[in-house]
């Protein structure tokens, strides 16, 4: 038998002990030696094996400690994060934006604890609206951090809506997502051209870098065309998990 058939033949031999639960979550997997005896083969073609069982996320490899079968992956889900001219552009859509409010002002304390600020903390509040094809798309309500991005406060926000702006001018590191339903009200009925008590999908976000907060946005969607997409790996890391326009 030849390595590479080799190789995938412990691969699959390892995988399905596991797939059928002989090998439960935290048990140890033979050692690359005990392999290359059992199979007669070189730690090469373990390691090859192995290497691929990690990398699908099916096994845990430690150094010095062995590998083990990985832990089940619970609650990992990371909202992308959304640059609506672009989204826009592929979907062959024409976007146009709206800022509706701009001011400086302080934060309260509730939004300052949410954001991980001190209350006082001077930010620039931004309301705009989002367009394709003259129809509203979302409705997003933003603060950004004056302290870490000062050049917000000068900012035209002429050609680009503040999110891509910030995308495009300021790096993160972190970001944490919140998706909650809510029954819009009035006003908001009235900017997304839907019914006051439809339905809204409302997604939270806020984006850091290192321990500094750089801007926190609530993206509001009309909920009756829209819903939440959501594409993962076997490791537990999503590949793309977004609103997505019905």
Known sequence: MTAPALHRR??????GRIVSGVWPPGHAVPSEHELMGFYGCSRMTVNKALTALAGEGIITRRRRA?????????????LTIRDFPLEAARAGKRYDFEILNREVMLLDEASARRARLTTGTEVLSLTTLHRFDDQPEALEERFINLSVVAQAREAAFDRDPPG???????PWSEAEHVIRAINAGPTLARRLGIAAGAACLVVERRTFQGQRTITEARLYYP?????????FTSTGAPAAHRPSHD
């Open 10 to 15: 412990i691969r699959a031999d390892i995988e």
């Open 66 to 78: 062995g590998s083990v079968v990985a832990q089940p992956v619970n609650d990992k889900a990371v």
């Open 164 to 170: 891509t702006w910030l995308l495009r001018t300021v």
């Open 223 to 231: 909920g009756e065309q829209h819903r939440l997409v959501g594409h």
